[in-house]
C-alpha cells in the first residue's frame, strides 16, 4: 500500500467487492453487470473498479442506477481523471456517497505504468476480486493475480467461452482455483462466506483511508 491515498468523497465502512474486466467487453460480459452489481448491492457490499472504459464504467454505472455506492480508483490524479469523458460519471460516484481514490498527486496525468500500480491498489482496498472477461494479457487479470497471490484475497470469475482468447484469462483464473459466479446464487453464496471477514476488514480500511487523508 502507498503512504498516502488521495480521496474525493466518503470512502464507505461497507466490505468491498472489486468487478474488474476488458475494456472491450463481449455483449455476454456487459449482460451480466446488472445481476452481478444487484445481487453485490443487495448482499450489502459496495463495489470498487478502476473506472475504464468497458466492464469498470458498466460497473460504475450500474450501481449508481440501483442506488448502490461504489469506489473508482484512478491511474492518474483526481484533478486529472481519466478517461476524460468519465469525469462527469466521478462527479456522480461522489454525488451518491462514493469516493474516487488516487495514491498520485492531483495534476498527475495518465502514464501507462501507473495503471499496473492502480491494480495493485484495486485488490488492496478489496475484500474480494471479481473477473467478468479477461484475456490472457489483461489488466483485470492482473488485479486478480495481486489479489491471490500477493494480499491473499478470494479471486471470483465468470466462465467464458470455452477457446475465446476474450475470456482465456478468466477461465485460466477458474482452472487454478477462482470460485466460479454463473449465476447470481453463485454470487449469493460467496459474498454470505466472505460477509463476517470483509465486514471487519472494511473497517478498518476506513479507518486507514481516513487517517492518510489526514497525512495528506
Known sequence: MPLRVRVWGHFPSLPFLAVVGSRRPTQAAVASVPWIVDTAVSSGWALLSGGARG????????CLRQGGVTAVVLGSGLDRPYPPEHAGLFRRVVAQGGCVLSEYEDDAPPRPWRFPQRNRLISAFSNAVMVVQA???????????????????TVLAVPGSVGSPEWAGSNRLLRDGGLLVAEPEDLVAALALLQPSAEANAKQDQEDARSRQKEG
Not at 55 to 62: F, K, L, P, S, Y
Not at 142 to 153: F, L, M, Q, S
Request: net charge negative; aromatic share 0%; charged share 35%.
Open 55 to 62: 466492464i469498470d464504467g458498466e460497473v460504475h454505472r450500474e
Open 135 to 153: 484475456a490472457e494479457k489483461s489488466g483485470g487479470l492482473v488485479t486478480a493475480r495481486i489479489a491471490a497471490d500477493v494480499h491473499g484475497k
